[in-house]
């Protein structure tokens, strides 16, 4: 695929891998994407019952979808990372909730 790619293509998809390299390696940036996908609802059924609604609900998704891609052109495992970062903002987010209902 990289072959039939003129220089200025090549260039371009050079500076892509190593813009999703630098989301990958910067741990604000991922938070961000997580609360993203979790915002267009990516691990979730898109169906609303409501044709229109559901027609909304896959665009959000693939946009979402696209990113991850992205990411994953440049670290298969990039979708495990996001969903580790995902996963430990909950816990932390959970444990703040807890101690500020401690307070009350």
Known sequence: MVDGLNRKQRRMLQQMENDAR????????????????????????????????????VGEQEAGRKIVRALESVDPDALLVLLATASKNRSLNSAENEESSDED
């Open 22 to 57: 630098a989301v990958l390696a910067h741990p604000p940036t991922l938070r961000f994407l997580c609360r993203m996908l979790n915002e267009v609802r990516y691990f979730e059924n898109p169906f609303a019952g409501n044709s229109n609604t559901t027609f909304v609900n």
